[in-house]
Structures are given as C-alpha cells and as structure tokens.
C-alpha cells in the first residue's frame, strides 16, 4: 500500500515524508532572540519522542553552540505539548534565575507559557522575548507580540498529495525526506500594525 508521510517522521515506517524543517525553524528563533542581544535564551518544548520535538531541541541546541553560549540545563524544560504543561514549566522556569529570553518549540505549550508569564506581570517582549512555533487558531488570541516561525502547512499537503498520487501511479523510486522552510515572522501584539516576515 503506498504510504506517504506528512509533518511527522515516524522513525520505523520507510516511506516519503514530507514536513516542516522543525530543525531549521527552532535554530532561526533561537539565533532571531541572539541577534537582539540575549544571552540567556530559555528553551521549553515537547518530550522527546517523536522527531518534530527533537529537531527543534537540536535546532536551539546548535544555535547555542554556532554562538558560543554553552546551554544552562537549567534553561531547557521539556514535557508533553499541552497548554497546562506550557503553563508548569513557565512557572517552574520562573522560580529561578529568569532568562531574558525564551524559544518555545510548539505552539500549544506556548498558549500555556503565555498565560503563566502574564500571571507573573511579566511583559512580553518588554521583560521577556518569547520566539514560538507559530499556529493560528492556538495563538491568535493572545496580545503579546512574538517572534514566530511559520509552518508551510499548504505546501506540506499540497506535496503529500502529489507524491502520494505518484506512488499510486507507479514511481518506484527510493523514499524521500522532504523538508520545507518555515518563514519566520515577527508577530505584532493585536495593538500594533502588520506582520513584518522574511524567509527563514
């Protein structure tokens, strides 16, 4: 049965995947929060069991490392990709010495680190930059303006289909990986005017 992979990796199944460059995207937030001058970049994402979640760890990881900054354990708080978590790691993130800068690898937890840090009275981006993976209808609601990286969810379905209907027709070739880039935007707070994007 053809088999065609889209957004996820699953690391057993040998077939075509196409999905966002989650690496790419979480080093281009990392290295985005770097170029305004922080140092103390936090890190919060999902466990790491599936690729998307590892990817974007490396991808902060080796923005770190390309920097010269050596990452805090401390910094970087992973667990399951729920807006409650998102919520518990901020507030666990912010008993402690309070980076100046933080990169979420998945938007659902950023809803919960968004509400966690307005709790707190801490202003984004005043106090605190937040970088995040970028989902419409999970973010939308909230004011703060962000740094995001959006994922090319038309493009990944539009490819998915056509190489589906390839193997269907016969394409005998060996699978591929396809990874498409997310263009990272800088998302004003709902006072502000438009989106200023770039290709990332």
């Known amino acids: 049965m053809p088999i065609v992979q889209v957004h ?6 040998g077939a075509d995947c196409i999905r966002a460059d989650s ?5 281009a937030l990392t290295e985005q929060l770097l170029a305004l001058g922080h140092r103390r970049v936090a890190y919060l994402g999902g466990l790491p069991t599936i690729s998307p979640t590892r990817d974007c760890l ?8 390309q920097a010269g900054i050596t990452v805090e354990p401390a910094l970087v708080h992973l667990g399951r990709a729920t807006p409650e978590v998102g ?11 309070r980076p100046g800068a933080l990169c979420i690898g998945n938007s659902r937890l950023a809803v919960g680190a968004l509400h ?10 005043d106090d605190l930059a937040v970088a995040t993976f970028y989902d419409i209808a999970a973010l939308d ?5 962000l740094i995001t990286a959006v994922q090319p969810a038309y493009d990944i379905g539009r490819l998915g289909a056509r190489r589906l209907l390839e193997r269907i027709g016969g394409l005998a070739t060996p699978p591929e990986d396809m990874l498409l880039s997310n263009t990272i935007a ?9 989106v200023a994007a770039a290709a990332g």
């Open 8 to 13: 996820r990796k699953l690391d057993d199944v």
């Open 141 to 145: 609601a909230y004011s703060p303006a």
């Open 116 to 125: 966690a840090l307005d709790e707190a009275g801490i202003r984004v981006p």
């Open 23 to 27: 690496r790419g995207g979480a080093a």
């Open 186 to 194: 800088f998302r004003p707070s709902r006072q502000s005017g438009a």
């Open 87 to 97: 919520h518990t790691l901020t507030s666990a993130l912010l008993a402690g010495d």
């Open 58 to 65: 490396a991808g902060y990881e080796a923005a770190m490392a």
